[in-house]
């Protein structure tokens, strides 16, 4: 799309002698949240589009299949410069595009696999960023970073409090925020503070939004669920684009959902700076199937069919377990540490540093487990893991769930396996069934796929150069040049 339609730009507030009237601020503020309503969505509508059946990705005008072969087409007419090769055009020195980041943890790894991804196509990040405690001590920012403080995942009414002081410090640090070309926020919190901090620090930079999940609370019916979306579609309505991770987001939840018809960019959760791929592990004669389940451990259910699978007495099959336990879905260190102990197949090996240990967890496993049911009918359903593009570089098929953006993925483009309903039973069965031959001509497949498909090469580029082309429409930054 060229530009984002009118009626999804909000238009900054003007300041003139009464900027420091901080009660005329805010009632203006409040004032264009409402007036930029686009329409209230019924609890009944809501889950009328969210009853839908689920539609195949490749159908879709937005389909993941599509994006990618028109990237392919883009990445076979340019060349393989990167940015900062490109810093010249008709003699004049092109600056640096300047990205104030909104992040919920700079220690979390997805937040600073983007940041690094920005900085090595030559943006320069400042952060806005809290920090949340975890078992091992995080590596310091390698960016400019403006600390708001420490939250904990699911403890709202203290994050709430902390979400506000934290707009103290951003006051404090107004100039860095004004100094932006670009404010990214990174999830519906940080939407919400780089908002606020936008019009409270007077910035005119174009706001974008980063949505790499649906949090399940605004999927929900009821009063609570559609005060939740209101709010939501009130922020969307300030953005100058959308950036997510499937394109089953946009089919199923921004579009008919929140009636989103704005800008929006699809950059996959692919492997950022990829190491040297692993070759496939050489299984033995007897030797049990492994699968592995790595990233953020959330879903008590695949938990549940991976214990009892590997619990068989007849079971041909091991699990590796690795990353970071969601204590707020009910998997913790010790429950992963318990069964592990009760169940000797199951082996959990603690956490890892991502992109560094990718070669030695994919090196040990025979499958990958994309497999989700923590919010099954929402964004389960709709996202597409990090683990099928790690496990997918290093040859590693993946097991996935059938009717799922990632099982269609799965299943369609020959990555692995998707399993249907009874999911538990369909997994026995199939182990009960596979051999060697047959793995062995699906990891070829896999192996055989474009190294693009895995490894973000020209992705993040395009996203900059998509940044660049909302500058210069917002007469921001008018010589920025990201490549193709």
């Given at each position: 799309?060229?530009?984002?339609?009118?009626?999804?730009?909000?238009?900054?507030?003007?300041?003139?002698?009464?900027?420091?009237?901080?009660?005329?601020?805010?009632?203006?503020?409040?004032?264009?949240?409402?007036?930029?309503?686009?329409?209230?969505?019924?609890?009944?509508?809501?889950?009328?589009?969210?009853?839908?059946?689920?539609?195949?990705?490749?159908?879709?005008?937005?389909?993941?299949?599509?994006?990618?072969?028109?990237?392919?087409?883009?990445?076979?007419?340019?060349?393989?410069?990167?940015?900062?090769?490109?810093?010249?055009?008709?003699?004049?020195?092109?600056?640096?595009?300047?990205?104030?980041?909104?992040?919920?943890?700079?220690?979390?790894?997805?937040?600073?696999?983007?940041?690094?991804?920005?900085?090595?196509?030559?943006?320069?990040?400042?952060?806005?960023?809290?920090?949340?405690?975890?078992?091992?001590?995080?590596?310091?920012?390698?960016?400019?970073?403006?600390?708001?403080?420490?939250?904990?995942?699911?403890?709202?009414?203290?994050?709430?409090?902390?979400?506000?002081?934290?707009?103290?410090?951003?006051?404090?640090?107004?100039?860095?925020?004004?100094?932006?070309?670009?404010?990214?926020?990174?999830?519906?919190?940080?939407?919400?503070?780089?908002?606020?901090?936008?019009?409270?620090?007077?910035?005119?930079?174009?706001?974008?939004?980063?949505?790499?999940?649906?949090?399940?609370?605004?999927?929900?019916?009821?009063?609570?669920?559609?005060?939740?979306?209101?709010?939501?579609?009130?922020?969307?309505?300030?953005?100058?684009?959308?950036?997510?991770?499937?394109?089953?987001?946009?089919?199923?939840?921004?579009?008919?959902?929140?009636?989103?018809?704005?800008?929006?960019?699809?950059?996959?959760?692919?492997?950022?700076?990829?190491?040297?791929?692993?070759?496939?592990?050489?299984?033995?004669?007897?030797?049990?199937?492994?699968?592995?389940?790595?990233?953020?451990?959330?879903?008590?259910?695949?938990?549940?069919?991976?214990?009892?699978?590997?619990?068989?007495?007849?079971?041909?099959?091991?699990?590796?377990?690795?990353?970071?336990?969601?204590?707020?879905?009910?998997?913790?260190?010790?429950?992963?540490?318990?069964?592990?102990?009760?169940?000797?197949?199951?082996?959990?090996?603690?956490?890892?540093?991502?992109?560094?240990?990718?070669?030695?967890?994919?090196?040990?496993?025979?499958?990958?487990?994309?497999?989700?049911?923590?919010?099954?009918?929402?964004?389960?359903?709709?996202?597409?893991?990090?683990?099928?593009?790690?496990?997918?570089?290093?040859?590693?098929?993946?097991?996935?769930?059938?009717?799922?953006?990632?099982?269609?993925?799965?299943?369609?483009d020959g990555r692995g396996w998707a399993l249907a309903e009874p999911f538990e039973d369909s997994l026995e069965a199939f182990f009960a069934t596979l051999n060697l031959t047959d793995y062995d001509a699906m990891a070829e497949q896999v192996r055989s796929k474009?190294?693009?498909?895995?490894?973000?090469?020209?992705?993040?580029?395009?996203?900059?150069?998509?940044?660049?082309?909302?500058?210069?429409?917002?007469?921001?930054?008018?010589?920025?040049?990201?490549?193709?």
């Amino acid at each position: 799309m060229a530009g984002l339609d009118r009626r999804h730009r909000f238009r900054p507030l003007q300041h003139g002698r009464s900027k420091q009237n901080q009660t005329y601020h805010f009632a203006r503020l409040a004032s264009a949240l409402e007036w930029r309503s686009q329409r209230s969505f019924t609890n009944s509508k809501y889950m009328d589009a969210l009853a839908q059946p689920y539609r195949n990705p490749g159908s879709s005008r937005n389909s993941l299949d599509a994006r990618n072969a028109q990237m392919s087409v883009d990445q076979a007419q340019t060349t393989d410069s990167s940015p900062s090769d490109r810093l010249e055009a008709g003699g004049i020195a092109l600056q640096p595009l300047q990205i104030a980041f909104f992040g919920h943890d700079w220690t979390e790894s997805t937040i600073r696999k983007r940041v690094d991804a920005f900085e090595r196509r030559n943006a320069r990040v400042s952060g806005f960023m809290f920090s949340r405690d975890h078992d091992k001590a995080a590596a310091a920012p390698f960016w400019p970073n403006i600390d708001l403080g420490k939250t904990r995942d699911g403890n709202y009414g203290r994050r709430l409090i902390q979400l506000l002081a934290a707009f103290r410090t951003i006051w404090c640090n107004r100039d860095r925020l004004r100094a932006a070309d670009i404010i990214y926020a990174r999830n519906i919190d940080m939407l919400f503070i780089a908002f606020v901090a936008k019009h409270l620090c007077w910035s005119k930079a174009p706001l974008v939004y980063e949505a790499l999940d649906v949090h399940p609370a605004f999927t929900r019916p009821g009063l609570f669920g559609r005060m939740l979306r209101f709010s939501e579609r009130r922020l969307l309505s300030s953005i100058s684009l959308l950036v997510v991770s499937s394109p089953t987001f946009m089919e199923r939840y921004f579009e008919p959902v929140q009636g989103y018809a704005g800008s929006w960019f699809l950059l996959e959760n692919k492997v950022s700076s990829a190491p040297e791929m692993s070759a496939s592990r050489r299984r033995g004669d007897g030797a049990p199937w492994i699968i592995g389940w790595f990233g953020v451990l959330r879903c008590r259910r695949s938990l549940r069919a991976l214990q009892e699978l590997a619990a068989r007495p007849s079971s041909n099959v091991a699990v590796h377990i690795r990353g970071l336990p969601s204590e707020t879905d009910g998997i913790t260190k010790n429950v992963l540490e318990r069964v592990a102990k009760e169940t000797p197949n199951v082996h959990y090996y603690g956490t890892y540093q991502n992109p560094k240990d990718l070669v030695e967890i994919y090196g040990a496993v025979d499958l990958t487990w994309a497999v989700d049911f923590s919010a099954s009918g929402a964004n389960s359903d709709w996202l597409i893991p990090n683990r099928l593009y790690e496990g997918g570089l290093h040859g590693i098929p993946a097991l996935a769930r059938m009717d799922t953006a990632t099982g269609n993925i799965v299943a369609n483009d020959g990555r692995g396996w998707a399993l249907a309903e009874p999911f538990e039973d369909s997994l026995e069965a199939f182990f009960a069934t596979l051999n060697l031959t047959d793995y062995d001509a699906m990891a070829e497949q896999v192996r055989s796929k474009p190294r693009s498909a895995f490894v973000d090469t020209l992705d993040t580029n395009r996203l900059l150069q998509k940044l660049a082309q909302i500058c210069r429409r917002d007469d921001a930054r008018p010589n920025c040049d990201y490549g193709p």
